[in-house]
């Protein structure tokens, strides 16, 4: 079965910085969603990527897709305090009408 | 504000007891999709309906937990006999694709 690993697992920035989540999967990605959180509450739909090479930004948020590495990185610029939370990255298991996905990158962000 | 609700956001409950959770997506959403969170980890998929049809359920849906969406509107999940393994945060999503829109979750407890 496909499995995803974030990295890093937590993260603390100074405002203002840019910082970058990897995803990596253990198959052939067919479709990457990016998701934020905050604790304790659902799930924010962020973007979704299908091409192999596609990027696609949101605000300050920017993910693009690997096809080749299996992954995908979300990258932040200029941080804020409302960019802190837990994103997530979901998977296409080809065939299968489900997400699989990461165990999440926690992001503080420190004033 | 995804367009959908959970009821309740939380619950606690008794060992051993039953609880029943509703879940409302917007007309549009003809897939819903029941996730299951544990603290530190990723969504689990748990179960998928297009329309009032269950298509998929997976192997983490014992013989306990029932779901249900009749007439493709609304759906309910039910948990019989809870454990304390049950304890989670249970996330709904509906959408029209794999990107679901996912509830604010309902938080629950068994002590």
């Known amino acids: 079965s496909q499995e995803l690993e974030q990295s890093p697992q937590s993260l603390i920035v100074q405002e203002g910085k840019n910082l970058t989540i990897n995803c990596t999967s253990s198959?052939?990605?067919?479709?990457l969603y990016w998701y934020k959180q905050k604790y304790g509450e659902g799930l924010i739909f962020l973007m979704m990527l299908q091409k192999g090479g596609e990027e696609k930004s949101h605000e300050k948020i920017t993910a693009k897709l690997d096809e080749k590495k299996q992954q995908s990185s979300l990258h932040i610029t200029a941080s804020q305090p409302s960019h802190a939370g837990i994103y997530l990255c979901?998977?296409?298991?080809?065939?299968?009408?489900?997400?699989?996905f990461g165990q999440g990158t926690r992001l503080t962000i420190n004033p | 504000d995804t367009g959908v609700s959970q009821d309740p956001r939380h619950k606690i409950t008794k060992r051993g007891q039953n609880v029943t959770f509703r879940c409302d997506p917007i007309s549009e959403h003809n897939r819903l999709y029941w996730y299951r969170q544990t603290l530190g980890q990723g969504p689990e998929f748990l179960t998928y309906?297009?329309?009032?049809?269950?298509?998929?359920k997976s192997r983490l849906l014992s013989d306990r937990f029932s779901a249900e969406r009749p007439k493709g509107s609304f759906s309910t999940l039910e948990i019989q006999r809870t454990e304390q393994g049950d304890s989670a945060m249970y996330l709904c999503?509906?959408?029209?694709?794999?990107?679901?829109?996912f509830g604010q979750g309902t938080r629950l407890t068994v002590v």
């Open positions: 999503g509906g959408g029209t694709g794999l990107a679901a829109f």
């Open positions: 979901g998977a296409d298991n080809r065939g299968a009408q489900k997400l699989v």
């Open positions: 309906f297009q329309n009032e049809a269950q298509l998929e």
């Open positions: 198959k052939t990605l067919y479709g």
